[in-house]
């Protein structure tokens, strides 16, 4: 580009150099003409050489030459006077503009390919009847129980499909040990997201060993399905089953899903789920004392939360000649800071009722051990009472009651 522009402004020099060229006025017309073609002529070469000199110094592409080719012939006019000056053909070499280098194009963008949009991902599409395992709240699995023992054991279970459970759905026996399990009712409807306590009374085998039970749901139409989305799932129960034959006259580990327990406000499953409630009641025959000693012989565990009570009341036993009420208590040896007001009460049946010992358990790496006579009772349909009122800010408040029994030697 800048030798074109170049190129003309010489040019455009030259010829206006050329056109201020005046004839002498003493010429003659002959003269005139030619002298004016003689120096056309020799301004046409000097223009020529200008150029050409112009062009090889700017020249930029390598090899190019500068043709020159002949014109046309050019008429020139002399001032208007008398005489016309005859037309002179003149052949006037022109001067050929070297081709510039041709830009070569700029590549050419070429775009990304387009992204092909993923199909987002799809949520597992609704079924009717779809159910979420959420906890075992009582008889965690694999959890302890004494043979021949009745408990009930509670699942809680979520609808996570499109349909309202109603009354009629029930959770029913699929295979392997039925633990004296029965087809049973949902206790109310059950909305999609919402969750259900399914309570179902067992009762443990007379043989000790690990028993294992599946269970479905079932709808209004006998239709069974299980945990998950159109599958059949079923709900596991697992449980350990230990000896506890009655060498007392009476066991209150055994028993210990006999009894109702309370708190102040509410009502407590047997064998409660530990790490749900704040306040719970449970079996075991493995667990260590706050001396460190490990234990294997039937105890209850009872968590009780700040401020709170926990009393198990017990069937109705009729006292005999002889008996006394035996125990080991103490806290855990994970609760450091246990520490509870412990009491043995009865209530006589359309009797008195009154407490036969109270003292304060802590973790002190001392136990205490329990031995009442029940003879002021003989004759007489009692409920016995295991009475704890938590004196300790620790949520982990747990005293254990150690083979509970009435004994007669």
């Known amino acids: 580009m800048f030798r074109k522009?170049?190129?003309?402004?010489v040019l455009g020099g030259l010829l206006a150099a050329c056109g201020a060229v005046q004839a002498p006025a003493t010429q003659t017309p002959g003269d005139i003409a030619a002298t004016s073609v003689a120096q056309y002529v020799e301004q046409t070469r000097a223009?020529?050489?200008?150029?050409?000199?112009?062009?090889?110094?700017?020249?930029?592409?390598?090899?190019?030459?500068?043709?020159?080719?002949?014109p046309t012939a050019?008429?020139?006019?002399?001032?208007?006077?008398?005489?016309?000056?005859?037309?002179?053909?003149?052949?006037?070499?022109?001067?050929?503009?070297?081709?510039?280098?041709?830009?070569?194009?700029l590549p050419t963008n070429t775009s990304a390919p387009a992204k092909t949009a993923t199909p987002a991902a799809t949520s597992t599409p609704k079924v009717c009847n779809a159910a979420q395992f959420i906890a075992d709240i009582t008889g965690a699995?694999?959890?302890?129980?004494?043979?021949?023992?009745?408990?009930?054991?509670?699942?809680?279970?979520?609808?996570?499909g499109s349909c309202t459970w109603t009354t009629k759905y029930e959770i029913v026996f699929d295979s392997g040990d039925k633990i004296g399990g029965i087809a049973t009712p949902f206790p109310k409807k059950v909305a999609p997201g919402e969750t259900v306590d399914i309570a179902m009374s067992m009762?443990?085998?007379?043989?000790?060993?690990?028993y294992k039970g599946y269970w479905l749901?079932?709808?209004?139409?006998?239709?069974?399905?299980?945990?998950?989305?159109g599958t059949k799932t079923p709900i596991e129960m697992k449980i350990k089953v230990v000896d506890a034959e009655?060498?007392?006259?009476?066991?209150?580990?055994?028993?210990?899903?006999?009894?109702?327990?309370?708190?102040?406000?509410s009502t407590l499953y047997c064998d409660s789920n530990n790490t749900l409630f704040k306040n719970t009641v449970r079996f075991t025959n493995s667990f260590q004392l706050e001396t460190g000693k490990w234990e294997d012989e039937p105890a209850i565990l009872v968590k009780v939360s700040t401020e709170q009570r926990i009393r198990g009341i017990y069937p109705l036993y009729t006292v005999q000649t002889g008996d006394r009420f035996v125990a080991q208590v103490g806290c855990v040896e994970d609760s450091k800071d246990c520490k509870m007001e412990v009491r043995v009460s009865y209530q006589v049946k359309g009797g008195a009722s009154g407490v036969l010992e109270e003292w304060v358990e802590s973790h002190d790496g001392k136990t205490t051990l329990v031995?009442?006579?029940?003879?002021k009772l003989v004759g007489k349909e009692v409920y016995f009472i295991l009475d704890m009122e938590s004196k300790s800010t620790s949520s982990n408040n747990t005293i254990f009651w150690l083979v509970p029994s009435i004994r007669n030697p």
């Open 74 to 105: 050019t008429a020139t006019q002399v001032p208007a006077t008398a005489t016309s000056v005859p037309a002179t053909s003149t052949t006037e070499p022109t001067v050929t503009n070297t081709p510039l280098p041709t830009n070569t194009p």
């Open 203 to 210: 009762k443990t085998p007379d043989t000790k060993g690990n």
């Open 5 to 9: 522009i170049f190129v003309t402004l």
């Open 371 to 375: 031995n009442i006579d029940l003879s």
């Open 47 to 70: 223009v020529q050489q200008a150029v050409e000199t112009q062009v090889a110094a700017t020249q930029v592409v390598e090899n190019t030459e500068v043709a020159a080719s002949q």
């Open 246 to 265: 009655a060498v007392h006259s009476y066991d209150f580990a055994a028993n210990f899903c006999q009894a109702t327990w309370k708190t102040d406000e």
């Open 141 to 160: 699995s694999g959890e302890t129980f004494p043979t021949s023992t009745k408990f009930t054991k509670v699942w809680r279970i979520k609808n996570v």
């Open 217 to 229: 749901l079932r709808d209004e139409d006998k239709v069974k399905f299980g945990l998950g989305y």
